[in-house]
């Protein structure tokens, strides 16, 4: 079944950066698109970042576009987001997540905290 594995987060500082990871397995990784979600504290979870499945075309939240970087090694089975330049509004859990015959899924999501 389909297995999806984050890490990388932490506390940062305004400004700083992190490189989140998410490990897949399960499935033909290559074969899909995959997306990075992010779900504040009483907030919506939502869209962040969005790869096809042979990374060539990309797109990002308004929220994040200039400072975030969607990636992804397909021979690693593993997906990237390097987060530059962050902000305290950035915190929240990100998830990735992949859109497979009708059902998504979401790994168990990583903590990104932002604050001084």
């Known amino acids: 079944q389909v297995q999806l594995v984050e890490s990388g987060g932490g506390l940062v500082q305004p400004g700083g950066s992190l490189r989140l990871s998410c490990a897949a397995s399960g499935f033909t990784f290559s074969s899909y698109p995959m997306s990075w979600y992010r779900q504040a504290p009483g907030k919506e979870r939502e869209l962040v970042a969005f790869i096809t499945s042979a990374g060539s075309s990309t797109n990002y939240a308004d929220s994040v576009k200039g400072r975030f970087t969607i990636s992804r090694d397909n021979a690693k089975n593993t997906m990237y987001l390097q987060m530059n330049s962050l902000k305290p509004e950035d915190t929240a859990v990100y998830y990735c997540?992949?859109?497979?015959?009708?059902?998504?899924?979401w790994g168990q999501g990583t903590q990104v905290t932002v604050s001084s």
């Open positions: 997540s992949i859109l497979r015959m009708g059902r998504r899924s």
